[in-house]
């Protein structure tokens, strides 16, 4: 199982000083934040995709590709990448250059973004999101797996004879999550190409990210990709820890507050019960992460959301220390309860060896 974290970059003011970071601070901060996410022992580190203020991360591969020149193992992803408004030309292209910069520690997460204005800015109607995330990743799925390619589609202008470079590392195509809150047709995408899916776990109840999750399953199955439970899923969550749990939540009560995306709705409290945020200590971090496998069954990949809200990097930082701590205790317990037929998280390497395997199966039987 893999964990990591995952950021949206926003550049938001610290309730307790009302410094507001500078952009260029904020996006230094995140490269600290993925440096001390290898160095505490985590896999995996995914930058979100916006284009607009009050967020910095406009060009996820870029950063990614800086980040991949100073880290050794981590796996760099997206959280995620627009499929809607972006060229799906220009992401396989973008992509493989990564993989080749990272030698293969890269995947990506699709998805079709949650500001709404992004559409127009690129040319594009959000009333066609559903269709455009459909038509474009088919799009995208056959530029990395054919060498050349002829295509027609509603939504761009046709490819004949088109070959995008440079090609996958090794012949292997990022692995892709598609990434969804609310849209069973997203899940019923990833189903469909045996790709990972991946619901944020953030603002809803676990009763609606079950229904999400099992949809993706059955549906998984339903295309013959394996039975429901070997599915690919990931999970995201929300902590903040001390080591008592009340400094915790006086701590980050005010960040709460007066963070855009909770300020002046449920209180702390409210919000911890009926969502996986979880603010108090490393045990209670642990128990409460271990209880998402009650309603997402085994899954892949856990990322936490932890510098949002104004948190000042000093702070992310020790988070992460203390995150790093309570990681191998999860993965033990997580391997302790997992059925033994469920399938590894994907990587490069292990895609490679499937891709070789099916090569080999396909000579023999010739």
Known sequence: MQFGIFTVGDVTPDPTTGRTPTEHERIKAMVRIALKAEEVGLDVFATGEHH????????????LGYIAARTERLILSTATTLITT?????????????????????????????????????????????????????????LWRE???????????????????????????PFVWHGSIRSPQIAEQAAYYGDGFFHNNIFW?????????????????????????????????????????????RE???????????????SLEEFSAQTPLTVGSPQQVIERTLSFREYAGDYQRQLFLMD?????????????????????VLRK?????????????????????????ATDENTDTR
């Open 52 to 63: 607009n203020p009050p967020f910095v991360p406009s060009s996820p591969t870029t950063m």
């Open 86 to 142: 972006n060229d799906p030309v220009k992401i396989a292209e973008d992509f493989a250059m990564l993989q080749h910069l990272a030698d293969g520690r890269v995947d990506l997460m699709l998805g079709r973004g949650n500001t709404p204005p992004v559409y127009p800015w690129f040319g594009q109607d959000i009333r066609q999101g559903i269709p455009l995330a459909i038509e474009n990743y088919a799009l995208l799925h056959k």
């Open 147 to 173: 060498d050349v390619v002829d295509w027609q589609g509603r939504f761009r202008t046709p490819l004949q004879g088109f070959t995008a470079t440079p090609r996958p590392l090794d012949g292997v195509p």
């Open 205 to 249: 109840p676990p009763e609606h990210t079950k229904r999400m999750v099992e949809l993706y399953r059955e549906r998984f199955a339903h295309y013959g990709h394996g039975e429901p439970h070997q599915a690919i899923v990931g999970l995201g969550g929300q902590v903040f820890m001390r080591k008592n749990s009340q400094d915790a939540v």
């Open 252 to 266: 980050f009560r005010p960040y709460f507050d007066h963070a855009p995306v909770y300020g002046g709705g449920p």
């Open 308 to 328: 949002h809200a104004g948190l000042p990097l000093k702070t992310v930082l020790e988070q992460l220390d203390m995150l790093g701590e309570i990681v191998p």
């Open 333 to 357: 317990e997580f391997a302790a309860m997992r059925a033994p037929d469920v399938p590894d998280a994907p990587t490069h390497e292990s895609l490679k060896a499937a891709q070789r395997e």
